[in-house]
């Protein structure tokens, strides 16, 4: 078992609220996924086509994944990228490292992990100019998907998203067959993409290590958001809102770090 390193480390960019009592109860899986335009500062909607759920993004904003536990039970979430795991780069597989959400929590993941304490923002970005093509893997570019897996043991309070260890090396083959049939599509061949996901300016935030036992080799749910540009989605027959006429809800807290102050 890898041993836990002896830090505590704040992620000021994970929610945590406490499970309710009674368990509530979820359809169709412990998490939800969204993904969030944070230079306007809402949910981006989903549209349904082709079997998939359709995102419309903004070249150059920036964006987060947000994930949702509904489930009373820890879960480790395997997050994709363009077909590369935003932990530790490589082609995305369902038995490598992801992130622990506690019971009941809602967590942003901002961008491709870095280290313990530094991410680089997740941009949406053009198709040429995102990270996987960069590193030579442009064929799964404008999907995010996550793998979620349940917990064997019993779940002890800890309220901090952490990193999950990877599957043990003879469940990964198996873990990966039994995922493969759920994940494809990743790449459409119907439409170029006229987005990707960038590597951009780094940002603050931190994990830590904890230990995870999975309790299946293969994932209890399997989730996946198409992205694209709204001309694009729209080619598709997707009825696009605009992006002046989607509901912006209130904000009591609209800036989270101090600005600097006016030059004078």
């Known amino acids: 078992m890898k041993r836990l390193l002896p830090l505590l480390l704040i992620l000021p960019l994970a929610g945590f609220r406490p499970a309710p009592v009674p368990p509530p109860v979820y359809e169709g ?17 989903s549209y349904p086509a082709e079997g998939q759920r359709w995102v419309a993004g903004e070249r150059g904003h920036r964006y987060a994944v947000r994930l949702y536990n509904d489930s009373p039970r820890r879960v ?9 795991n935003a932990i530790s780069g490589e082609d995305a597989d369902p038995s490598q490292t992801g992130y622990v959400l506690n019971p009941g929590q809602r967590a942003d993941i901002t961008g491709w992990r870095k ?20 590193t030579g893997r442009p064929d799964n570019i404008g999907v995010v998907g996550v793998a979620v897996f349940e917990e064997a043991r019993r779940w002890r309070p800890e309220p901090i998203l952490r990193r999950g260890l ?93 600005p600097d102050p006016p030059a004078r």
């Open 29 to 45: 899986g412990p998490v939800r996924m969204a993904l969030v335009d944070r230079d306007r500062g809402t949910e981006l909607r």
């Open 76 to 84: 480790l979430v395997v997050l994709s990228v363009d077909g590369v």
């Open 115 to 134: 280290s313990q304490d530094e991410v680089a923002q997740f941009v949406f970005s053009s198709p040429s100019g995102s990270y996987a093509s960069r």
């Open 166 to 258: 990877p599957l043990p090396a003879p469940a990964a083959e198996a873990a990966a067959d039994a995922s493969a049939s759920r994940i494809e599509g990743y790449a459409s061949k119907s439409q170029a993409p006229a987005l990707g996901t960038g590597h951009g300016a780094r940002e603050q935030s931190s994990v830590r290590d904890t230990d995870f036992e999975r309790a299946s080799r293969s994932p209890a749910q399997v989730l996946q958001l198409r992205y694209d540009s709204a001309r694009n989605l729209r080619a598709r027959g997707i009825l696009v809102d605009s992006p002046s006429r989607l509901p912006r809800e209130p904000q009591a807290f609209p800036n989270r770090y101090v």
